[in-house]
């Protein structure tokens, strides 16, 4: 499968969800997919067939705002039909409300509040190391998401329980809801503070590129001793110059221009990745 052309192709669901919903966190959504479709296309052990048995990767969207592409992914691997997301996304009564949910299958944990989704991925993990499992356990942050001190009690128990099956990325795309996050709450130098932690720490060159972060989450698999950070630097609203890089586009719905102009460039950025597959 062609992934770089399908994370294009889901951009475009994720983008039909949002408009549907009449609302949703499209930037986020946007940096975060290739990083999504590298772990579950990939990495992770997860299919609907071995979900029911728990037997396989576990994965928590930390940053729960960016559920929409989640779902997006979750519908391309056969959790549920897309159809059903597009006709429920956000309306009175559904599952498919805008944060992760648990009653959803694919889904192992509420998040949408922020800084919880690391703390409960340590336990995680700690759980399958105590039953012997193999498993895996993953975790995507947001930047501005750091902001929380939760967070950094996590990052200490992982190092402390030296949790080499856990893995969690931040996706940096240096926006957070209401700007830059080195103007909101400064987070640099990201790789020495999270080395300070006791983390193995990868700096990725291009957090949109599926091919490295593959290898980031291939070279994970083998540090022992200690937890995994991926820092995937991104551009928020990445597919598009009508989203790139603009805080306004946190939280967005396209107006009718918009959506046009969107999905024209979504095109082509799927009909480039296919001709270079
Ligand atoms: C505890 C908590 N406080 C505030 C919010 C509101 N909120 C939703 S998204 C967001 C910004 C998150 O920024 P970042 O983690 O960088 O996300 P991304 O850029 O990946 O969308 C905030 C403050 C929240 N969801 N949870
Ligand atoms: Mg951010």
Redesign the pocket.
Known sequence: MNLKALSYKLRKDVINIIVSGKGG?I??DM??MDALVALYFNIMDVTPENYASGKHDHFVMS?G??VESLYAVLAEKGFFPLEQVLKEFSRFGTKFIGHPNNKLPGIEMNS????HGLPVAVGMALACRMDGSSSRVYTF?????LA?GSNWEGAMAAANYKLDNLCALI?R?R???SGC?EDVMALDDLCAKWQAFGWHVISTKDGNDIAELTAAFEQAKQIKGKPTMIIANTI?GKGSPVMENKAGW?HHVPNDEEYRQIMQDLDAAYEEALKNG
Do not use: F
């Not at 949408?112 to 800084?115: H, I, P, R």
């Not at 942050?141 to 998401?145: L, S, T, V």
């Open positions: 966190h930037g986020g940096s975060v940053k705002h960016s949408g509040a922020l800084g942050m947001g930047d501005g998401e929380e996706d795309n926006l957070q809801i996050t928020k946190h």
